[in-house]
């Protein structure tokens, strides 16, 4: 398996626009995290799903930012309007099981100028 | 929620001595204790787990060790090397329930030839 894959790697865009994050999990794990990275706050959890379903979003910092898992292959994390502050580096980890050992994708780089 | 301290914040030792870095929980109910190494530019990578039905556990050059009772435990590298030069992240979860894991800020390790 080639692991956790995100795209795209860098995203540089303007305040106010809409920014769209993609995650494909490893294969026949059930749990996908989204993290947030930034020196202040180090790894924060955003949300995350188990089959698809979204568990827990209390995470999520304004409802600018929202999270869908259509199925279990792909996962998107939406920033819209997006401001300075968003810019961080989002992380995609998927799990076999919840709470167990979770992989991590390369992460997306965001800069909101 | 779980809320995980790590300490210190920056580590730096010589090539060949050992470095420790400690984290502490707070949710008596966590089970789950792994340890990642983050390179520049690239997502968190596992490098060793502890539950908490064990108290010590050994991989080559690194171990964790576990007080459940002082709900602490700590990450012990010997021998340090120039390439073990990274972030290291400690985290907690439930594996059980099926919780997300919830981790330390991190603790910048730098080694020096």
């Known amino acids: 398996d080639a692991g956790v894959i995100q795209s795209p790697r860098h995203e540089v865009t303007e305040m106010g626009q809409e920014v769209t994050l993609r995650c494909k999990p490893i294969?026949?794990?059930?749990?996908l995290f989204w993290y947030r990275q930034t020196m202040m706050r180090g790894l924060e959890l955003l949300i995350y799903?188990?089959?698809?379903?979204?568990?827990?979003d209390s995470g999520m910092p304004e409802d600018r930012f929202s999270a869908k898992m259509p199925n279990a292959s792909f996962s998107t994390l939406k920033i819209q309007p997006s401001e300075p502050r968003d810019s961080a580096v989002y992380f995609c980890?998927?799990?076999?099981?919840?709470?167990?050992?979770?992989?991590f994708g390369q992460g997306t780089r965001l800069t909101v100028v | 929620g779980e809320n995980v301290e790590q300490h210190p914040s920056t580590l730096s030792v010589q090539e060949g001595d050992s470095a420790v870095i400690k984290c502490t929980y707070s949710?008596?109910?966590?089970?789950?204790f792994p340890w990642y190494k983050q390179e520049l530019g690239k997502g968190p990578q596992l490098i060793i787990d502890?539950?908490?039905?064990?108290g010590e556990k050994k991989d080559q050059r690194i171990a964790v060790t576990l007080n459940k009772t002082a709900k602490h435990f700590s990450l012990h590298i010997t021998e340090t090397q120039p390439e073990d030069s990274a972030v290291y992240f400690c985290?907690?979860?439930?594996?059980?329930?099926?919780?997300?894991?919830?981790f330390g800020k991190g603790t910048t390790l730098s080694v020096s030839s």
């Open positions: 980890a998927s799990s076999l099981l919840g709470g167990g050992p979770a992989f």
């Open positions: 294969s026949g794990h059930d749990y």
């Open positions: 799903f188990n089959n698809n379903v979204p568990i827990d």
């Open positions: 949710d008596s109910a966590s089970n789950y």
């Open positions: 502890i539950r908490s039905n064990v």
């Open positions: 985290a907690a979860s439930k594996a059980q329930a099926g919780t997300a894991l919830i």
